[in-house]
């Protein structure tokens, strides 16, 4: 079925400062299509209701009603407030009405507008007229459909505002749960970085590690070269250890031999210092044999088996040795 919604509009200019004549309205009790339409302003200027709560206050004969923005009954554009009247925001007879402005950051900004008035009449089919109808059954049948209408808005509503307050609380959850991702985002994010910081931290450490390891390895290398050569070397010094220590004897045993021909020599100086000695004695003799101022050689016999051939050279009158000789005289 197309929906077809027949509403009654009313319009009516007020101001926040003073009362102003409005053209006058009535509705009708009982009456849910009323839709009011309030432009409101300071003297001329038109007040900016955007972002403001905007609450419309209402006083009747039975008491004090009021429809607000949050509950859907109210839109606000502009300096324009429009309401869909509720039949329980009004009664029969006079009407009073202003509209509370609140507005800030947190709404902590009342203003209150000027009253302004309409009237709400009786409807000719109601309570205290349908007894006395000849249509009463019908009537009774209707009333039992709007009763039974009522009870089920009334359900309806009941169920809404059940809903609501469930997509509230779900709202609610879903605000922390946004609150606790995002937080958690963040933690991720600032995770991601730390994680980001130490990749690069290991993968600096592990070319450095590589590189340590090749130093190592070359440094292992080198050692176990430097091992060899020192093992060759300590070979070739246990060699050399053992030619210094045989060429220690060949010099110990040369040494014994120098200090047996040192004694061998020592004792043929001697002897020849003594065959000297005695030869310088047979020239001294021989000397007297041949006179002063003469050159000559003699022979004297020392022994039967050796003889001396001395040659003397008389200076200054006495008789000087040039050399001897020693002949076997066997």
């Known amino acids: 079925m197309v929906e077809n919604t027949q509403l009654k509009r009313f319009e009516a200019n007020i101001d926040v400062k003073k009362t102003v004549a409005i053209r006058p309205f009535s509705v009708t009790d009982g009456d849910t299509g009323n839709l009011l339409v309030l432009n409101v302003y300071d003297g001329q200027t038109s007040v900016d209701l955007s972002g403001c709560f905007v609450n419309m206050v ?26 869909r009247l509720d039949p329980a925001s009004f009664s029969p007879g006079l009407v009073e009405c202003e509209l509370q402005i609140y507005s800030g950051a947190a709404n902590e900004t009342l203003i209150t507008s000027a009253r302004f008035s309409f009237i709400c009449r009786n409807a000719i089919l109601n309570g205290d007229s349908i007894v006395s109808l000849t249509q009463f059954p019908v009537l009774t049948r209707l009333i039992g459909s709007v009763a039974s209408a009522e009870e089920a808005r009334l359900s309806a509503e009941t169920a809404r505002a059940a809903a609501e307050a469930l997509r509230a609380a779900a709202e609610t959850s879903r605000a922390s749960a946004e609150a606790a991702r995002s937080a958690a985002e963040t933690s991720r994010a600032f995770a991601e970085a730390d994680r980001s910081t130490a990749e690069t931290a290991r993968t600096a450490a592990e070319a ?16 176990s070269s430097a091992e060899t050569a020192r093992v060759s070397a300590e070979a070739l010094r246990a ?16 040494e014994t031999l120098r200090a047996g021909a040192e004694t061998a020599r020592a004792a043929a100086s001697s002897a020849a210092v003594s065959s000297a000695n005695a030869a310088a004695a047979s020239a001294n003799a021989a000397a007297a044999l041949i006179g002063e101022g003469m050159d000559g050689i003699v022979w004297k016999d020392t022994d039967e088996s050796k003889r001396y051939l001395v040659k003397l050279r008389v200076v200054n009158g006495k008789p000087v040795m040039l050399y001897t000789e020693m002949e076997d005289n066997t």
Do not use: C, M, P, Y
Request: proline share 0%; hydrophobic share 40%.
């Open 208 to 223: 450095f590690r590589a590189s340590a390891e090749t130093s190592r390895a070359d440094a292992e290398s080198a050692r």
């Open 239 to 254: 060699s050399a250890e053992t030619l210094r220590a045989s060429a220690e004897v060949s010099r110990a045993n040369a």
């Open 58 to 83: 209402f006083i009747h004969k039975r008491g004090i009603s009021a429809q607000d923005s949050d509950d859907g009954s109210i839109s606000v554009l502009g300096n324009s407030v429009t309401a």
